[in-house]
């Protein structure tokens, strides 16, 4: 039986394999792959086609540029940020860069107080899956463009996912897709649960503040990741399957609340995780 570590690196480095290889294929509706359906992938195709993702390339400014200001404030952020290794923050990092499901489907279980599963709110869970392909594939034009060099490359320090490195090396750091998908869930999850939009705009946050504490993505790779997610979330409210799954997860969601039930995640152990500060008084 192969290790979760092993099965969540194939399964990461794939998505990005499949965000590149759908962008590069038909504008018609997304369709998983050759490279997902050979490395076994659970990959699931968006609600977008291609033709209809946001443009990164159109919507964001260039990276900071080496030994402009803005880079300056890259190489500080990124300073404090790896200074959290070996920590409950580090931890948390590690396990937010796993985008496979089920395990990402648990990532804002504490912050909208219920598991989501496959069996028992099946449209949120397609939601987070579906949308997962959209928001990443949407940073697409703009990392391909751009090229730029992750902070592990610039600075020799480790990484949360150390299996993925050589991966991580050929894929663009701007912007992030990660931090674009995990902020495109929290916006998606607070229309589901409006009364804990707090909370679960504070876990996405944290999930783009991840790729900085993993030492794979800049400062503002994580800026330009958010406002590619907040885009995709805006066009995916034009798209009536979309449209039809968010109507189905408030429901479930809804009914799944009243049932009383429990997130599946240690809901402690990641406040305190998320409790320590990203900055020099930490």
Known sequence: ?????????????????????????????????????????NFLPGYLPRSALPDSLAL?????????????????????????????????????????????????????GVAITEADTPA??????????????????????YKRTRPFVVDGAPICTPDERKILESDGSYPSGHTSAGWAWALILTEIAPDRTGQI??????????????????????EGGRFVGASTVARLHADP????????????????????SAPNRNCADEAAAMAQPLGPDQ
């Not at 080496?66 to 409950?88: F, I, N, Q």
């Not at 931890?91 to 909208?112: E, H, K, M, N, R």
């Not at 790729?211 to 794979?216: D, E, G, Q, W």
């Open 60 to 112: 964001l400014p260039a990276p900071p540029a080496p030994g402009s200001k803005a880079y300056a404030a890259d190489l500080a952020a990124a300073h404090e940020a790896v200074a959290l290794r070996g920590t409950p923050r580090w931890t948390l990092a590690g396990q937010d860069a796993d985008l496979s499901f089920p395990a990402a489907a648990g990532t804002y279980s504490c912050s909208i």
């Open 241 to 260: 399957g979309f449209l039809a799954d968010l109507a189905q997860a408030k429901t479930e969601v809804a009914a799944a609340r009243a049932k009383g």
């Open 124 to 145: 949120t869970y397609r939601l987070l899956r579906r949308s997962l392909s959209d928001a990443g594939l949407a940073t697409y034009t703009a990392k391909t463009h």
């Open 201 to 222: 705009l504070a876990r996405g946050r944290a999930f783009g503040d991840s790729r900085m504490i993993c030492n794979v993505h800049w400062h503002s790779d994580v």
């Open 1 to 41: 039986m192969k290790s979760h570590d092993a099965s969540r690196t194939r399964l990461t480095a794939l998505a990005m394999v499949a965000w590149v290889s759908v962008l590069g294929g038909s504008s018609q509706a997304q369709t998983p792959p050759g490279p997902a359906k050979a490395l076994d992938i």
